[in-house]
């Protein structure tokens, strides 16, 4: 069955670094990837999408990275600022391009 | 842009009532989605709607849950005799129907069973 893994664990970094996130699939061939950001008690906001064909997407201080071959994602919020800290999302398109989501990646940028 | 919009923001009820959630979409979007979303967890599908029509459902859901849009606009969904299984964010999401576009969701409503 098609899985979307990422790391459940959080990642804590220092404000200033790069963080990088990353998103594992299996059993998918998507035409493209989606990251979207979580905070707490909201829903989640797009930010950027990476199709097949793309091997790395920039917008402003975030860079995706799309590879088909090892079926993974890295999302890198470079300069990182407390104001990032919240849940990342990856999701993938299923049946009818409907997305399908992992389970997010907590991000804490220390002071 | 208003954005997609859900009411209420937070439900707390007895096990076994009835619930009842609005989602206002954003008016250009054809396409609405419901997911459920717990604790440490992505949004889990439900169901989605093309404009009034409601194309897919989860085999998650329940027949305990039902969902409409009537006339293709504001959609409600509905959570029939309630199981303290069923506390959860509840998110509505809108797009326009077109392959890869991205999602805008609500900030959903968190249902609490006591």
């Known amino acids: 069955s098609q899985k979307i893994e990422q790391n459940s664990e959080a990642l804590n970094i220092q404000e200033g670094k790069t963080a990088t996130l990353t998103c594992n699939y299996t059993n998918y061939s998507p035409a493209y990837l989606q990251w979207y950001r979580q905070d707490p008690g909201r829903g989640p906001v797009f930010l950027l999408l990476i199709r097949e064909n793309e091997k790395e997407k920039r917008k402003e201080r975030l860079k995706v990275t799309f590879d088909t071959t090892l079926k993974q994602s890295l999302f890198h919020i470079t300069a990182s600022q407390p104001a990032d800290s919240a849940t990342y999302l990856c999701?993938?398109?299923?049946?009818?391009?409907?997305?399908?989501f992992g389970r997010g990646t907590s991000l804490i940028v220390h002071p | 842009d208003t954005g997609v919009s859900q009411d209420p923001r937070h439900k707390i009820t007895k096990r076994g009532q009835n619930v009842t959630f609005r989602c206002d979409p954003i008016?250009?979007?054809?396409?609405l989605y419901w997911y459920r979303q717990t604790l440490g967890q992505g949004p889990e599908f439900l169901t989605y709607f093309q404009n009034e029509a409601q194309l897919e459902k989860s085999r998650l859901l329940s027949n305990r849950f039902s969902a409409e849009r009537p006339k293709g606009s504001f959609s409600t969904l509905e959570i029939q005799r309630t199981e303290q299984g069923d506390s959860a964010m509840y998110l509505c999401a809108s797009s326009l129907g077109t392959d890869g576009q991205p999602q805008h969701f609500g900030d959903g409503t968190r249902l609490s069973i006591l």
């Open positions: 999701a993938l398109p299923g049946g009818s391009y409907i997305p399908t």
């Open positions: 008016s250009e979007h054809n396409r």
